[in-house]
């Protein structure tokens, strides 16, 4: 699907939202590509980032589903809008073991009040790309 | 409900587990109550796990919220069993802007695979508590 | 927790509601009660509406969850709004395998545009409730 | 992805299983596809299975995004497993305004004790096809 962006300066907008989340450089996640409805993010592997077996915690892998999707659907929203995130489900599909986690989302539905996205997140180890959790969210636009 | 745990000493096995988690550590979450089927958690505000407008970050809400599920069903496991998020659904419900934000977990179902979770977290302002999420959970015991 | 719902005559407006829905009296559902912010529904065994087992089905579980969230929702809005669901989650608890299925829903918070309610499902066999799914749903009210 | 069936005969064993259920046949659901991994399930519109708006039911609409999904998950099974629904999650996106319903799912991850899907339901209009929902679910294998 193909989205045209009611702002057509987006990708400078989404970066400066994402870097004024503060949790996002705490964790020192990359914001890698933003296009019309589609959102990438990058986090290096950190041992301040894992559960009991060292892999990245499933908050951590939420985060990065959910800030992919929240970003996605910023990205198609109006100029002075701002976003919620209004829910999200997410599957743990397989050990988020490796060296750095990817959270790709892109917009389902982009509508008035909400936006549906769907987000994959991949592990990589050794140069190999392999997907560890899947999402669904809702997010909403807020005007002015 | 009432639940009896299979592992008298589950109060233990429990907060070895969550002291082996890094990033609970990283992040300051201190585990405060552990019952048979129920857990709650406590994180104090700090501006590194803050979006743009400084509340908690929905990843950090989903987080708590995970993380008190996955114990509160932890506690009721075999002594020698691992636990696994199978998956979460989150709805963020009001801004999480206060001093603490408090995760509470409580098991609906213990199943021999598969235990349900409900979980609520709250946000502290002024000594006000005031529910900011909602979340249901998927947990899986894996023997030995 | 108190609702108070915004139109006085919220029972006549959910019962005319759900005697237009054509699926409710196909299936046979019954609306049982309806307060502010709570809704609970009864659908008698019909081998109908069965899955491979004969017990009720997940899609039949589903829809009673969602109907009693909807018109939980529904008894707090305004006398002119209607109502949309945004999105749910089920989970499936136990096999529904009885004479009756009970569905209770409830409002965890009532908002401008969204309410989030929480359904539990329970069958009836030989008098006795077992809760056999739970779940979480997102509804809209739309204005005039 | 592509997945190899355990079982060469999965078409017969899902068309078996698909048959056994009766609210399929009351609501005169047509299982039109099955792939290794993958589902198709068509529904004909019927004022039977509508809600207050003569649209097809949320809960029809899940019905038809969880069967597809049990049955892209049961195709890639062993001969002598059974199936059961853990979980799904359902956005409504769109009205379900049209001839057709029209559900689609395919396997994510094909696990040893669970499975994980992502449906697509769209409403067909005049020829259109239009994406009115989208789910994402959790399977479970049972052997024997």
Redesign the interface.
């Known amino acids: 699907m193909t989205f045209i962006p009611k702002d057509k300066n987006f990708v400078k907008r989404v970066e400066e939202?994402f870097h004024?989340?503060?949790?996002m450089?705490?964790i020192n996640a990359q914001l890698i590509k933003v296009e019309p409805g589609f959102c990438e993010i990058h986090l290096p592997y950190n041992?301040?980032?894992?559960?009991?077996n060292?892999f990245f915690?499933?908050?951590?892998v939420?985060?990065?589903a959910?800030?992919a999707a929240?970003y996605a659907a910023f990205s198609l929203m109006n100029v002075d809008s701002s976003i919620?995130?209004?829910?999200?489900?997410?599957?743990?599909?397989?050990p988020a073991e490796g060296e750095t986690l990817i959270g790709r989302s892109h917009v389902?539905?982009y509508?008035r009040?909400?936006t549906?996205c769907?987000s994959d997140v991949f592990i990589v180890k050794d140069n190999n790309e392999k997907?560890c959790a899947?999402?669904?969210s809702?997010l909403?636009e807020l005007a002015g």
């Open positions: 939202s004024q989340q503060r949790f450089k705490f041992p301040d980032l894992t559960q009991q060292l915690h499933a908050g951590i939420g985060t990065i959910d800030n929240g919620l995130t209004v829910e999200f489900k997410l599957n743990l599909i397989a389902l539905k509508g009040t909400l549906i769907r997907l899947a999402s669904q809702t909403m």
